[in-house]
């Protein structure tokens, strides 16, 4: 398997000199719920931090005014309840078709599976991350990637009806992004482990931080594949930073969000 390995001259895409607003990637982010707040946050924040421009979230409407008053840089769109429910699908489907990706699960909870299975459902690109890949799988989706840590893998496969020896071949148009000691990055033809991070990553938060960069690259033209890569190595790079830093394990996925600027 190829070790993954990224020059940390290689930054983000160049921007047309008299871009506008919204030009350089949008983002809808599905999240929150009566439980969770920060995950859409920090969510958010990584992908406005490594260069998108426009970030949406959809969130219950508790969890909306939280975020409003937490930052000025994420607008939210209030859904009544304090979770999702099915009948809200439509609504966020409307919106979906002026963004560039759909990230969804961050915080969501586990009471909105009919919910996410309408979403992912949509053409549109999209990272699914957290609870929501417990409700999905392979077979249903197309041009996602999915950013599982092991025990939300087994859960996938087992929806999917799979074993990990046949995932590739089956995966489709998908890529899985499995987090862990050693990251790997699965798509049909291709398969990558990448080496950086460290044990202070097992901090909550952190893989809402990894999901935001992934949707953040998406939004600006990566593919799948490159985007679950570039993603995996700066968040593992930057935990890697702040592990110097901290000269130990006491930093927080907040503080990886701050320190994104280094890398993007």
């Known amino acids: 398997m190829e070790i993954l ?84 699908a439509r609504k966020i489907k409307d919106l979906a078709k002026e963004y560039d990706v759909l990230l969804i699960g961050n915080g969501l ?36 990637l999915i950013t599982p840590h092991e025990a939300e893998f087994a859960t996938l496969l087992k929806n999917s009806k799979l074993a990990k020896k046949t995932l590739q071949k089956n995966i489709g148009t998908n890529v899985v992004l499995l987090k862990g000691h050693t990251d790997t990055i699965i798509s049909q033809k291709r398969a990558k482990e990448n080496h950086t991070g460290n044990p202070g990553m097992t901090k909550a938060g952190t893989g809402d931080v990894l999901a935001g960069l992934s949707a953040g690259f998406l939004s600006q033209g990566y593919t799948l594949f490159e985007a679950a890569s570039r993603a995996a190595y700066y968040n593992g790079k930057i935990g890697d930073l702040l592990l110097k830093k901290h000269r130990g394990f006491t930093y927080l996925a907040s503080d990886m969000v701050n320190e994104i600027r280094r890398f993007a």
């Open 5 to 88: 390995s990224l020059k940390m001259s290689q930054k983000n895409k160049k921007r047309a000199e008299k871009s506008h607003k919204g030009q350089n990637g949008k983002v809808l982010i599905v999240g929150g719920s009566k439980d969770y707040v920060g995950a859409v946050v920090l969510a958010g924040l990584a992908c406005l931090r490594v260069g998108a421009d426009y970030v949406m979230v959809c969130a219950p409407e508790k969890v909306a005014w939280t975020i409003n008053t937490l930052t000025p840089d994420l607008i939210t769109k209030k859904f009544k309840g304090d979770y999702f429910s099915l009948s809200q």
């Open 109 to 144: 909870g586990d009471k909105s599976a009919s919910f996410v299975k309408a979403l992912t459902s949509l053409k549109i690109t999209k990272v699914i991350d957290a609870d929501a890949i417990k409700a999905v799988k392979l077979q249903d989706l197309d041009n996602a």
